[in-house]
């Protein structure tokens, strides 16, 4: 005989329910069913349950067909209070491991017959207090709370998809320092278990890194578009541009510090070996600023460099011979104009870089602090320009600069200052410095500066003791040394630009009767 029933109320009962990847326990507080005729194999049987589940409260109400070939369901679904790791009862999250609680409300369509149950889930799901790791990439990530809308599918192990925004956000990437955001957006989210996670656009607001041993960095907004990320290793963005970002330069003692020492960490613990990640350009938008501070010299020097136009291009952590192009324009307070354009090899070991610089307008009486460092005198008045080419190649520095000083006057800090130096160099400093001057009282200096930066021998004394043209010569080798300190540094060489200023070995160079030129 076969039996059927026209109408079934459940109450204070318990059922489990066998999902892809383990079971789920319910306590049915109540469920209505109607028509549940076996004979009427096509005949949909509608339901209406409430019932808790690990902790969590659910409302099922649809229909469904237990009697076909291949049983179905299609309910409207709405849970609140689930635990998060309850996903991995769906779709294989590995060893992502996701925490939190969630909050869903959408439509569930499931079926299955003697093969695996197939399942879709279209609506949203909002969470609090979540974490989750992608092994290798991003571990852990947390967040206050976070939205998702769009697709979770049980079809190929387990496919995510939609857009997805959170707030108060946390993390830190392989190798790397921790990373805080106000809020992101992905959206075109797409993520194939067990580890391909795409996004066509994504963007974040107050973004924050924070290394240990250096200052932070920071980007007020950050846009990008597709974004890829496969397992064991392998980030690639298309494209990004940053607004009012902020990246600073610390000189203390005979160390640089900045955004190089960001990734300089090493692989995070369970990272796998090779870890590679390409960015096809980043734009810097207006707003974003270089900062410099030098506690060296007393008073400590600081500057700012305000990018206007700037961008760099080709980054890629696997390809160390293939250069990184950068092209950075902005300026320094009001007036002073830097320019910096070239290709640098970040990768390389040891860095290679091939830069052109272009200062002009610099107040020189801002550069005071390191001429009385060096000299003991200050600059009272005067402007500069500055051009120079510098590269870098297996430890071997070949740079030129050109400087161009104009209505520039300077002064001892006190009579012995003035008597070392005019000393040293066998006439007082307004007479050596008058012998460079042109007949609009401009000084033109071209000097070319070679050197391993990796072997320092540097000595100021002997080269001013050699003679008065290559002492005034020194000057200027001493005033660029730490002139190019700020620039040297938001070009983003590290430390390599503190070795090529401050340990270059020189051999003293006569000038030619009349002229201001240097030979190599």
């Known amino acids: 005989a076969i039996v059927g029933l026209r109408g079934l109320h459940i109450a ?85 491991a996701p925490q939190g609680s969630l909050a869903l ?71 790397g320092p921790p990373v805080t955001a106000s809020s992101v957006q992905f959206d075109g989210l797409r993520y194939n278990a067990p580890g391909t996670l795409s996004l066509a656009t994504f963007g974040v607001e107050g973004l924050a890194l924070r290394p240990t041993a250096a200052p932070p960095v920071s980007v007020a907004r950050l846009r990008g578009e597709k974004l890829v990320y496969s397992q064991p290793g392998d980030l690639q963005i298309n494209t990004m541009t940053a607004e009012g970002a902020r990246a600073d330069f610390l000189r203390d003692g005979d160390r640089l510090t900045g955004p190089q020492d960001l990734f300089g960490g090493g692989p995070s613990e369970g990272a796998p070996d090779g870890f590679r990640w390409r960015i096809g350009r980043i734009d810097f938008g207006n707003g974003s600023i270089i900062g410099f ?83 003991g005198y200050v600059f009272k008045s005067g402007e500069g320009n500055l051009e120079a080419s510098i590269a870098i190649d297996k430890a071997r520095l070949d740079a030129r600069a050109i400087i161009n000083l104009r209505a520039m006057e300077v002064a001892p800090v006190n009579a012995k200052a003035a008597l070392d130096a005019g000393t040293a160099l066998a006439m007082p400093v307004d007479a050596a410095l008058s012998l460079l001057r042109d007949k609009n009282k401009d000084i033109r200096l071209d000097i070319p500066v070679r050197g391993d930066p990796s072997a320092p021998q540097f000595d100021f004394s002997k080269v001013i003791a050699k003679a008065t043209s290559s002492a005034i010569k ?15 540094a938001v070009l983003m060489v590290g430390e390599i630009a503190q070795k090529m200023a401050a340990s270059i070995r020189l051999d003293p160079v006569i000038f030619d009767a009349g002229t201001a030129t240097l030979r190599p």
Not at 474 to 487: C, D, I, M, N, T
Request: hydrophobic residues 45%.
């Open 105 to 175: 409300a959408g439509k569930l369509v499931a079926s299955g017959g003697d093969g695996p149950l197939q399942a879709r889930w279209d609506g949203t799901i909002r969470g609090a207090a979540l974490s989750l790791r992608l092994p290798g990439l991003l571990e852990p990530i947390r967040a206050k709370s976070a939205i998702w809308t769009g697709a979770l599918s049980t079809a190929k192990g387990g496919t995510v998809t939609g857009r997805l925004g959170a707030r108060a956000l946390s993390f830190t990437p392989a190798g």
């Open 474 to 488: 020194s000057a200027s080798v001493g005033f660029l040394k730490y002139a190019l300190q700020p620039f040297g």
């Open 293 to 375: 501070t030098d506690k060296v010299v007393d008073p400590p020097f600081t500057a700012q460099w305000r990018l206007g136009e700037a961008h760099v291009a080709g980054i890629d952590s696997a390809r160390p011979d293939a250069p990184m192009e950068i092209a950075l324009s902005g300026k320094l307070g009001d007036y002073t104009s830097v320019d910096v354009t070239g290709q640098l090899w970040p990768f390389r070991a040891p860095l290679a870089l091939k830069v052109a610089l272009k200062a002009g307008r610099l107040d020189l009486p801002g550069f005071t602090t390191y001429l009385t460092r060096q000299a």
């Open 12 to 96: 204070d009962s318990r059922a489990r329910i066998v999902l892809p990847h383990g079971t789920l326990d319910l306590a049915i507080r109540s469920a209505q069913l109607d028509s549940l005729l076996p004979w009427m194999v096509q005949g949909p049987t509608r339901f209406d349950i409430s019932a808790t589940a690990n902790g969590a409260t659910m409302s099922l109400k649809g229909t469904a067909r237990p009697f076909a070939a291949v049983p179905s369901l299609s309910a409207e679904v709405t849970v609140e209070g689930l635990p998060a790791a309850t996903l991995g009862l769906v779709v294989d999250v590995g060893n992502v």
